[in-house]
């Protein structure tokens, strides 16, 4: 009999042969996925009694409804949990000691084999149960394809393609996760695992006491408690999440109250069921109303689950929660978990900090418009910290004890909910009485996320900021030097005199790569922000019914306390409050649907872009298949939504303005998103260690010698031992980059996969500059990447790397991707807006692993004259202001676009870097007397760009670029004639240029 007529024979006839081979058929695939969740051999048996248990009370509704070993995976993860739990609260502490109490089976296998296995059955409970049917009973039953169609009810043909198809999802989820694997290897795997059988005996002992219904207390209080499960499981799967989180919560209160509750087999029936083929799913219509108003969010409650990533173990983390003037500290229970309410209804962002040692901490904002639901359920997997570790010393080398250090960065990606951070309140370490301190907090620094910093702060020294570049800079002890400064303190009041308790004071910092420090004030009002060098500090002050403010003072041996005196509030708004409150609310209403299917998509993010090549924002997590959220838009004019789910290719919404309205979308998910391949040298041999990432026209990738850097969500990954790598896609990707210690490659993204990127070996650039007919000394030089001149071409990848010129004139760079590059004179302005700009630049194809030899220069005519204001400015420096000299550019030939499917603002930033890269202009070398000389201009038609900017009054550095203001330009018509050697000798005097000033 099958297993259906096996499930028939014990529910109406109470047949014992039928239920003890049912039991026999299916033992070894219910205990290897206990002993996989479990870890223990005692725990292993018992949640495969409970198993058993619950078949033999559910096998009524089971007949001809499901396939048995789907369900009886699925239950075995419902018992394996809720064991896990119980072992976990008996122990009083984490279930640690259980998930490494490894069989000596487990201990056998390959590293890699045992990586696999502590994530193999989440990777299957991911996959939808068609394609986790086909591989449960293909590889871990043993069953023929022919057995595997009859299980399924489809042909054998289809039985193949379905387990094909599923391994390779199967494949890829573990990819993501960053364990490669070839078909093959993972066919080897599932067959190693499916040969694992149940200790001898089992059989009967399991099926005698399920059949009888004898088990022990614990056994049949844990089949309950599964049973109890899969009814909530199949509740939160039919119903809109909403309601099946209200109706949950009531539930379980209910249940857990009530003297008598309801049998659990009246509640509870065979699993989730299939939805009915060709119905439509009303939860992805679109509601009828379009009014604003019937999305606003109310309560709700954030249910927080806080694993490791490693081993899926439980951790105990500190939570804060930050949000308007109030912070809240938490941390999670013994199952890794807590609650957050959220019954503020000004709340219009709220952040979370989650830190637990020997992890690495992350943030995890929320907006107002995601608080529609009661109950919002948030999983975060905390990944393992690297260590760091050093000493704090002063200036004569004495260990400093209590010094804080604390860490900031790397780079957060805009586009995620969960990113990487540190907040001093949980994650920053103190120095010991030997100035020791150690962290075992610090992210994996690899690839463009390989750069962060931590600051060393003092009562009696000035702060010390040290960044870390990659993984080497772990590697060794740090030594930091602190040395004395000045006190900054102070006391806060109000219009009244008296003190302002709980005012935040921050220093505000606006140099690149410098943390921000922030202190409260005491009861009294006062503050000590710390020890800074001689100099100005600047302050920010808030507090809550005081208007805010900044002061600055002064930090030196004969500062006194600083008094900052707060005015009322009288209700008026700062611009940016108002421009936060004018703002428009956009009601965002739409479905995500798989393409193939048209079935819902169960998980997807959605993320805000912008035309402008900012960085997405995101915007919120959807299920069901659908969104619905009125979301607060400042500062935009246009936007564009990204939708992006596992498994699938990432889609976007087309361009639409940002008005107050509903707006519908509908986005069809095809299936994919992933690329996988290999790195090899020029020998065909596998290249390990190379990072593989995506590179496209918004989303540039930098590279500066050997290091490359990437903007925040721009997928990466490293390639293992042979080469081989996985790779999440990004949406309008246009190539691959593979870069390594021994060379660089850039391929097109192919659509094939998988895909073979040749490493080409670095090249080298050797050359000369030459300015007016000499070699020209101390020049700078700057390598960029050069724009292809067919648009049909990917965009090259940013270069920014910079040479001078020795006493003859020459310089060289030595680490150069091989193929066209751009090379020009870099000039400095050092007062302008843009001090760094760049002459004329020439194409130079760099040999791989040779050297290309230039001479950078242009042949042309002398030009002088001279520059003067309508109105006399005493206090003016010419040098402060970038005057240039432009050529007319004739007329551009159309581009053939690399993609003529790409979205408009993409065709139009490819046209304009073609555009940009092929402007020449030349620099004035101008005099304190206005005069100035340009060389080498050769003939043609130009036009001479001069304009006239101030610094603000109130500023007395006018070197700086920041706030400078437009007082007058002129542009001129400049010809240059055709002229013979003897004429281009004599310089070309363009005369008298009056810049009118306002």
């Given at each position: 009999m099958n297993d259906t007529e096996l499930l028939r024979a014990w529910a109406a006839h109470r047949d014992e042969s039928a239920f003890a081979e049912l039991v026999r058929r299916h033992l070894n695939l219910v205990y290897a996925a206990a002993r996989r969740q479990s870890g223990g051999l005692a725990l292993s048996q018992e949640i495969t009694q409970a198993v058993f248990l619950v078949l033999a009370r559910k096998a009524g509704s089971l007949a001809g409804r499901v396939t048995l070993s789907g369900w009886l995976f699925r239950t075995t993860c419902f018992v394996a949990a809720r064991a896990v739990r119980t072992e976990q609260r008996r122990l009083r502490h984490e279930a640690l000691a259980v998930m490494q109490m490894n069989t000596s089976k487990t201990s056998e296998l390959p590293e890699i084999w045992r990586e696999v296995e502590s994530h193999l059955d989440?990777?299957?409970?991911?996959?939808?149960?068609?394609?986790?049917?086909?591989?449960?009973?293909?590889?871990?039953?043993?069953?023929?394809?022919?057995?595997?169609?009859?299980?399924?009810?489809?042909?054998?043909?289809?039985?193949k393609k379905r387990v094909s198809r599923a391994l390779e999802k199967l494949r890829s989820w573990l990819g993501r996760r960053g364990i490669l694997l070839t078909s093959t290897g993972l066919l080897t795997m599932l067959t190693q695992f499916r040969e694992e059988a149940a200790p001898a005996g089992w059989v009967g002992q399991i099926s005698a006491h399920a059949s009888a219904n004898t088990a022990g207390a614990a056994t049949s209080a844990l089949a309950s408690g599964a049973i109890r499960d899969w009814f909530f499981f199949?509740?939160?799967?039919?119903?809109?999440?909403?309601?099946?989180?209200?109706?949950?919560?009531?539930?379980?209160?209910?249940?857990?109250?009530?003297?008598?509750?309801?049998?659990?087999?009246?509640?509870?029936?065979?699993?989730?069921?299939?939805?009915?083929?060709?119905?439509?799913?009303?939860?992805?219509?679109?509601?009828?109303?379009?009014?604003?108003?019937?999305?606003?969010?109310?309560?709700?409650?954030?249910?927080?689950?806080?694993?490791?990533?490693?081993?899926?173990?439980?951790?105990?983390?500190?939570?804060?929660?930050?949000?308007?003037?109030?912070?809240?500290?938490?941390?999670?229970?013994?199952?890794?978990?807590?609650?957050?309410?959220?019954?503020?209804?000004?709340?219009?962002?709220?952040?979370?900090?989650?830190?637990?040692?020997?992890?690495?901490?992350?943030?995890?904002?929320?907006?107002?418009?995601?608080?529609?639901?009661?109950?919002?359920?948030?999983?975060?997997w905390l990944e393992p910290g690297q260590i760091l570790q050093g000493q704090v010393q002063d200036e004569v080398g004495q260990p400093v004890s209590g010094a804080q250090i604390a860490f900031t960065g790397p780079d957060i990606d805009g586009s995620k909910r969960e990113n990487v951070a540190f907040h001093s309140r949980l994650s920053s370490v103190t120095s010991d009485a030997q100035g020791y301190f150690r962290s075992d907090q610090i992210p994996?620094?690899?690839?463009?996320?390989?750069?962060?910093?931590?600051?060393?702060?003092h009562p009696d020294f000035t702060r010390a900021v040290v960044s870390l570049e990659g993984q080497a800079s772990l590697a060794t002890n740090h030594v930091v030097v602190l040395r004395r400064g000045f006190q900054v303190a102070g006391q806060v009041v109000g219009p009244d005199d008296l003190p302002v308790a709980h005012a935040l004071v921050e220093e505000i910092r606006t140099v690149y790569g410098q943390t921000s420090h922030e202190v409260e004030t005491a009861?009294?009002?006062?503050?000590?922000?710390?020890?800074?060098?001689?100099?100005?500090?600047?302050?920010?002050?808030?507090?809550?019914?005081?208007?805010?403010?900044?002061?600055?003072?002064?930090?030196?041996?004969?500062?006194?306390?600083?008094?900052?005196?707060?005015?009322?509030?009288?209700?008026?708004?700062?611009?940016?409050?108002?421009?936060?409150?004018?703002?428009?609310?956009?009601?965002?209403?739409?479905?995500?649907?798989?393409?193939?299917?048209?079935?819902?998509?169960?998980?997807?993010?959605?993320?805000?872009d912008d035309p402008d090549g900012s960085q997405p924002q995101w915007i919120g997590r959807g299920h069901d298949g659908r969104f619905d959220w009125a979301v607060h838009l400042p500062f935009r004019q246009q936007f564009l939504l990204e939708v992006d789910a596992e498994g699938y290719e990432p889609a976007a919404s087309e361009i639409r303005p940002v008005q107050e309205d509903t707006q519908h979308f509908e986005f069809r998910l095809r299936r994919g998103g992933l690329t996988s391949g290999r790195v090899?040298?020029?020998?065909?041999?596998?290249?390990?260690?190379?990072?593989?990432?995506?590179?496209?026209?918004?989303?540039?990738?930098?590279?500066?010698?050997?290091?490359?850097?990437?903007?925040?969500?721009?997928?990466?990954?490293l390639t293992d031992a042979e080469g081989r790598f996985s790779l999440r896609m990004k949406r309008n990707t246009e190539s691959l980059l593979a870069v390594h210690e021994s060379g660089f490659a850039q391929v097109p993204m192919a659509?094939?996969?998988?895909?073979?990127?040749?490493?080409?070996?670095?090249?080298?650039?050797?050359?000369?500059?030459?300015?007016?007919?000499?070699?020209?000394?101390?020049?700078?030089?700057?390598?960029?990447?050069?724009?292809?001149?067919?648009?049909?071409?990917?965009?090259?990848?940013?270069?920014?790397?910079?040479?001078?010129s020795d006493a003859e004139g020459r310089f060289r760079f030595d680490v150069v991707p091989p193929g066209p590059v751009a090379v020009g004179r870099r000039f400095t302005i050092p007062g302008a807006l843009v001090p760094i700009r760049?002459?004329?630049?020439?194409?130079?194809?760099?040999?791989?692993?040779?050297?290309?030899?230039?001479?950078?220069?242009?042949?042309?005519?002398?030009?002088?004259?001279?520059?003067?204001?309508?109105?006399?400015?005493?206090?003016?420096?010419?040098?402060?202001?970038?005057?240039?000299?432009?050529?007319?550019?004739?007329?551009?030939?159309?581009?053939?676009?690399?993609?003529?499917?790409?979205?408009?603002?993409?065709?139009?930033?490819?046209?304009?870097?073609?555009?940009?890269?092929?402007?020449?202009?030349?620099?004035?070398?101008?005099?304190?007397?206005?005069?100035?000389?340009?060389?080498?201009?050769?003939?043609?038609?130009y036009r001479l760009q001069l304009h006239v900017s101030l610094p603000p009054k109130d500023r007395d550095d006018s070197a700086s670029p920041i706030g400078r203001r437009q007082r007058g330009q002129l542009i001129v018509p400049v010809i240059v004639p055709e002229g013979d050697d003897q004429a281009n000798e004599v310089p070309l005097d363009l005369g008298t240029f009056s810049i009118p000033v306002r």
């Open positions: 989440a990777a299957l409970a991911a996959l939808s149960a068609s394609d986790r049917d086909a591989l449960l009973l293909r590889f871990f039953q043993g069953q023929s394809l022919r057995a595997v169609g009859e299980q399924l009810g489809i042909s054998e043909e289809a039985a199949r509740l939160s799967q039919s119903l809109p999440p909403a309601v099946a989180s209200l109706i949950v919560i009531t539930l379980g209160l209910w249940w857990a109250l009530s003297p008598n509750p309801p049998a659990l087999n009246q509640l509870a029936d065979g699993g989730p069921a299939a939805p009915a083929a060709g119905k439509p799913n009303p939860s992805l219509e679109f509601p009828a109303t379009k009014a604003i108003s019937a999305v606003q969010p109310g309560p709700s409650r954030i249910l927080l689950s806080v694993h490791s990533a490693r081993d899926r173990r439980p951790l105990l983390a500190r939570l804060l929660v930050t949000s308007l003037n109030t912070t809240l500290e938490l941390t999670t229970d013994e199952h890794g978990m807590a609650e957050i309410p959220v019954t503020d209804s000004r709340v219009r962002s709220l952040t979370l900090w989650v830190s637990a040692p020997g992890h690495v901490p992350v943030r995890l904002p929320w907006t107002r418009h995601e608080f529609v639901e009661p109950l919002l359920v948030q999983q975060c994996l620094l690899a690839g463009s996320h390989s750069t962060m910093a931590y600051a060393v702060s009861d009294d009002g006062r503050f000590f922000l710390g020890t800074y060098p001689a100099g100005p500090v600047q302050l920010a002050i808030t507090a809550e019914g005081f208007k805010s403010t900044t002061e600055t003072v002064s930090a030196g041996p004969s500062t006194n306390q600083t008094v900052i005196r707060l005015a009322w509030e009288d209700g008026s708004k700062s611009e940016w409050e108002q421009a936060m409150d004018s703002a428009p609310t956009m009601r965002m209403v739409g479905t995500v649907v798989d393409a193939d299917s048209e079935e819902p998509v169960s998980q997807f993010r959605i993320a805000l090899v040298d020029l020998h065909q041999r596998p290249v390990a260690g190379a990072i593989v990432l995506c590179h496209g026209l918004d989303f540039g990738v930098d590279l500066r010698g050997k290091q490359v850097s990437a903007p925040s969500g721009v997928p990466q990954t659509h094939a996969r998988p895909v073979t990127i040749p490493l080409q070996p670095w090249g080298a650039i050797e050359g000369v500059v030459v300015a007016g007919g000499q070699v020209a000394p101390e020049q700078g030089v700057i390598l960029q990447a050069w724009v292809p001149e067919a648009g049909s071409e990917p965009l090259g990848v940013s270069l920014n790397a910079v040479a001078v760049v002459g004329p630049r020439q194409r130079v194809d760099v040999p791989a692993g040779g050297v290309a030899e230039i001479v950078l220069g242009t042949s042309g005519r002398t030009l002088v004259g001279r520059l003067a204001l309508t109105q006399p400015s005493p206090d003016y420096r010419w040098q402060e202001d970038p005057q240039v000299l432009e050529a007319v550019q004739p007329e551009l030939p159309a581009l053939t676009l690399a993609n003529p499917g790409e979205p408009d603002y993409l065709n139009q930033l490819r046209a304009a870097s073609y555009r940009g890269s092929r402007i020449r202009r030349f620099f004035l070398d101008v005099q304190p007397d206005g005069s100035f000389r340009v060389s080498d201009v050769p003939a043609g038609d």
